[in-house]
């Protein structure tokens, strides 16, 4: 009983001192030196012991020790790493580790650059701070770092070595020739960068924005991360089409077809010209977007509807067209010979000054017509007994056919053209390969 008792209140004890080791490790009164911040500070931010007063859009970043430091102290890194390749430049194979150096050349590892950004709510968040943009970075080294968010626009990085976090961060323009990238490069944007020379493998490009990059690599990242990454079809190359090539080539072995598709397009956009873009990037982006040739040839329907629908409400003097409706006449109806199956209707027929819901009625019917004769003359082309214009005539209740004159009748062949162009090219889309090298 005694050494029972004992062992409840050894565990009682156990649990108290655990408990206030829990307060001294998470509570900021513990461990963080009181610090008499000046009235109107919206935050106190404790750190390393140290209450520090923070001032909304105040920056800093922490070092490889914790240590928070001033955006003004990277700053002088920065300049003193330019001067070093000003004077000594950065010469060499940087994955051999020949760089001639003096204590001058940037070496960043273990740290996060973090900015305090006040909110509507009056709290804070934690933004990109440093501006990096137009810097020169040739052969910087930046490991193990936490560089989220950061802006590297424009940025000189040659030779330099990126292994870290660099998600959300945006390297537009910026000259990434035989750098060494590793790490998470996540939703970064990378357009426009100049991907020549560059040891990818091992990066993570998830979402990444590859758009306008000039992609010649030395040493490629893996195939499942770039299928993942936007901007396939607009990659370009400066001297060397080969990488270009061997991606396409992966892709399809690898199953993203998709994703081939889009190499394709990039590839063709590098020599096409305005006749290209016009018949096949502006219609399919080069077989990429198999579905755009019948979406324009759905939206062509009504654009030629409103056309017909001038023919069928204006007098033909107007504009010197006139459409002719060729009716079936049935035994029984007035005028009906064997001779004279049919006879001939000219439209547009006049309507008349009745208003309100007549007339509405009557101009819908107008504007119905107008649609069935802008289907039937895209369907007018057929091959043998692939006829979509028979099979529509089929579900008429009565026989009839329309003939058009003058501009509109040529209005009715450029329609019949365009639309099976578009019909032809979302089968061979949508069934082929049609731009494939």
Aim: glycine letters at 8%; proline letters at 4%.
């Amino acid at each position: 009983m005694t050494a029972f008792r004992n062992l409840r209140i050894f565990i009682v004890a156990l649990a108290v001192l655990s408990w206030f080791g829990m307060s001294s490790a998470f509570g900021d009164s513990a461990n963080v030196a009181e610090v008499a911040c000046p009235s109107g500070t919206p935050l106190a931010f404790g750190f390393n012991g140290v209450r520090h007063c923070l001032q909304g859009g105040e920056s800093f970043w922490l070092d490889h020790n914790g240590g928070m430091r001033e955006a003004e102290e990277l700053d002088e890194l920065l300049l003193r790493h330019a001067s070093w390749v000003g004077e000594l430049g950065c010469v060499g194979n940087p994955d051999a580790g020949d760089i001639r150096e003096d204590g001058r050349r940037l070496k960043l590892s273990d740290i996060s650059i973090k900015r305090f950004v006040e909110t509507a709510r009056g709290q804070f968040e934690n933004r990109p701070t440093i501006d990096l943009t137009n810097r020169d970075l040739r052969c910087a080294e930046l490991t193990s770092v936490s560089l989220q968010d950061v802006d590297f626009t424009n940025a000189n990085m040659f030779g330099a070595l990126l292994d870290g976090n660099f998600a959300k961060a945006r390297f537009h323009g910026t000259n990434l020739e035989k750098a060494r990238m590793r790490g998470v490069f996540q939703y970064a944007d990378i357009t426009g960068a100049r991907l020549i020379d560059t040891n990818m493998q091992g990066v993570t490009l998830n979402e990444a924005d590859l758009t306008d990059a000039v992609y010649e690599p030395r040493y490629p990242p893996l195939i499942s991360e770039l299928a993942r990454t936007q901007g396939l079809d607009t990659l370009r190359y400066e001297n060397n089409p080969a990488r270009l090539y061997e991606l396409k080539e992966k892709f399809a072995e690898s199953g993203y077809h998709r994703a081939e598709r889009k190499i394709i397009a990039a590839l063709r956009r590098m020599d096409a010209n305005l006749l290209d873009y016009l018949a096949f990037d502006l219609t399919s982006e080069y077989g990429s977007n198999p579905a755009r040739p019948a979406y324009f040839l759905m939206a062509s329907l009504p654009i030629f509807a409103a056309l017909y629908w001038i023919v069928l409400r204006l007098p033909a003097a107007a504009f010197g067209g006139e459409l002719l409706l060729l009716v079936e006449r049935k035994p029984g109806h007035p005028g009906y010979s064997a001779a004279e199956k049919h006879y001939v209707r000219k439209l547009p027929f006049a309507i008349g000054g009745r208003g309100g819901l007549d007339r509405t009625m009557t101009e819908l019917r107008v504007l119905r017509l107008a649609l069935i004769v802008s289907i039937l003359s895209a369907t007018r082309i057929g091959f043998r007994d692939l006829d979509l214009n028979k099979w529509l005539r089929l579900l008429q209740q009565k026989e009839y056919s329309f003939y058009l004159r003058g501009w509109p009748r040529t209005l009715s062949g450029l329609q019949s053209v365009l639309s099976v162009y578009l019909l032809a090219l979302a089968i061979l889309c949508v069934f082929g390969k049609p731009f494939d090298f």
